[in-house]
């Protein structure tokens, strides 16, 4: 008799336990608020299917539940309705490394960083993009060869030198700031990441007008004798 119980509390147990580890993650990521947003989402897409934003936020939603499946599914229309959707493209390679297909990231993201390679600008969003996405690495190859084509941006010198400084390389760091803020002296962020890093830059002032009251006076012509 004490055999049987035993196992009948056994057998609870484990069906108990089945059960917890088969809670789906959206539950412990306030469900209410993202089931109403995916609501309004497929609402939008029910509506006008080739949206890309709303896939790629859509896919978002789905990341964040552990859904990765149908995350990259979302990433993958998103793409097909915008080929240049920067934030889908980077999603899409952090969703294969998160399913660790590490091959399929690399060459997704070998793909998107040489379809953007035309214009710094392109590279920049991108980049910009996968360090959104925590792809660090590959933001830093974005960064590099936009400023391969753009050697005087500020800003991509600033974003190599802010990837330095996250990884404590503060004599790259300071390189690549001290470069960015000789290109454009009027960037106080720089000047302040600077400024910690032991180096003083004196950010200058943007030059006040003069008003007619403070334009110093015209010479006097001397009266003809």
Known sequence: MNKTIAVLFLMTLWVFSGCQTAVPQRDR???DVIDSEKNR???QLDRKFDDPQAHYQLGKIYQREGQLDRAAWEFTLALQFDPVHFPAQAAKVRIYRDLRQFDRMKVAAELFIDQAGGSAESLTLLGRSFQAEGLDDYA???YQ????RSPNSALL???IGIYYLNRKDYVQAEQY?????QIDPYQPDVA???GKMGVVIQVPQPAQRQ???????PAKTPAAP
């Not at 060869?145 to 391969?148: E, I, M, N, Q």
């Not at 700031?177 to 803020?181: P, T």
């Open 41 to 43: 989402l497929l609402s």
């Open 192 to 194: 302040e990441h600077l």
């Open 145 to 148: 060869k936009g400023l391969a």
């Open 177 to 181: 700031f001290r470069k960015s803020i």
């Open 140 to 142: 830093l190859t974005c």
């Open 157 to 159: 010198h600033k974003l």
């Open 211 to 217: 008003t007619p009251s403070s334009a110093p006076a």
């Open 29 to 31: 990521v306030n469900p």
